[in-house]
């Protein structure tokens, strides 16, 4: 069974700011200030090119990272749980 | 109200009405060479009024109340009016002020840059300013550290000093004694003596300076100092700021700016006279 497919919150909606080891995310929206480590960054910036699954994310972000697909799938989608719940990306 | 007191600190004017003309009188003496809000009109107003009516003459008790009120707050003696009209000014900033970031930190100038201190209650912050601001800083406040979004300036707030406890006996060897207040015993932050900053923490409150360094002491430990990453500061300076939540976007602006730009130190320290010498020495090191 296919998993679910995220889309992020426009990329207008945020504010983004990497300072040392964590970065800030301003979300407008909510009004809240996210302070996230890698890799929620990352996977925001997947997300811009389009709504999609883990797999895809996990592809996307293997393209300019090196990581191992089969660990990475997991860890992947339970940070986009913790997305959807923060408000910073949604189900399509 | 039947009394009342105006005065500005720093940028911010204040209207102190009381049923009672004692904590009137101490305020005008301790506050004796500060200016009234600009134009007359105060952004905020405290009013220390009877918990019940009868409380006004009956073993008397003062409520804080004013535009911003804590519904629970524990109610004062009379003898403690100076300290709920302190209270009832800090709990205006805290609860109403949008103009500025506000931080829970103590600041110093010199140079025309600030040194902000923030920590814990105990971690000496308000000691240490006081002491800098006899010792050739200029004093910017104890309580409150005003961040400016716009251009990100710091702006002083030295309002009078809380001195508590332990630190009542060394500024009074520090400041002349028309400078203090009455010492109030047992109040629930146990003993405090107020203390007016110096003249010049007055003449020059209406310049702001430009942050240049970041300390968070602590009192009691052997001196070390490590450095802080921004993100660490940026965390802990979101705890120690009353309104982060309400200023929006241009509070995030205001404080992602301050730790990108700002070098931070923690500070442990066993004394005083420790703390400066290394307070002096991050400055020279750092602030430049």
Known sequence: MPGPVYRAEPAAHRRHIALDTLDLIYHRTSGITHVVAEPVPQILAALEQGQADVTEIVRRLAATHELNRGEAEPVIAARLLELEVAGLVARA | ?288
């Open chain 2, 1 to 288: 109200m039947k009394h009342h007191f105006d005065v500005r600190i720093g940028p911010v004017g204040f209207r102190i009405g009381s049923a009672w003309r004692r904590p009137v009188t101490e305020l005008a003496t301790l506050y004796a060479g500060y200016p009234g809000p600009d134009g007359g009109i105060a952004d905020f107003t405290v009013r220390l009024e009877p918990e019940r009516p009868w409380r006004r003459w009956l073993r008397p008790s003062i409520a804080i109340r004013g535009d911003f009120t804590l519904p629970d707050a524990a109610p004062l003696s009379l003898a403690h009016g100076l300290l709920a009209a302190e209270m009832g000014m800090n709990l205006q900033m805290a609860l109403g002020q949008r103009r500025f970031l506000l931080l829970h930190a103590s600041a110093v100038e010199r140079d025309g840059r600030a040194l902000l201190m923030t920590g814990h209650s105990g971690a000496g912050k308000s000691t240490l300013a006081a002491l800098l601001g006899e010792r050739g800083w200029r004093f910017m406040g104890d309580e409150f550290a005003l961040l400016e979004p716009d251009t990100g300036l710091l702006h002083a707030f030295p309002r009078l000093v809380s001195l508590k406890n332990g630190a009542i006996a060394q500024m009074e060897s520090e400041a002349a004694a028309e400078r203090f207040g009455p010492r109030l015993g047992a109040t629930p932050k146990g003993d405090i003596r107020h203390m007016r900053p110096n003249p010049r923490a007055i003449a020059e409150m209406g310049v702001p300076a430009r942050p240049a360094l970041i300390l968070f002491p602590r009192y009691g430990f052997e001196a070390a100092d490590r450095p802080m990453g921004a993100s660490e500061v940026f965390v802990r300076l979101t705890q120690a700021s009353t309104n982060y939540v309400a200023l929006g976007e241009a509070g995030f602006d205001a404080l992602s700016t301050l730790v990108r730009r700002v070098p931070a130190r923690a500070v442990d320290y066993p004394d005083t006279a420790t703390a400066l010498g290394m307070v002096e020495m991050l400055w020279a090191e750092l602030a430049g």
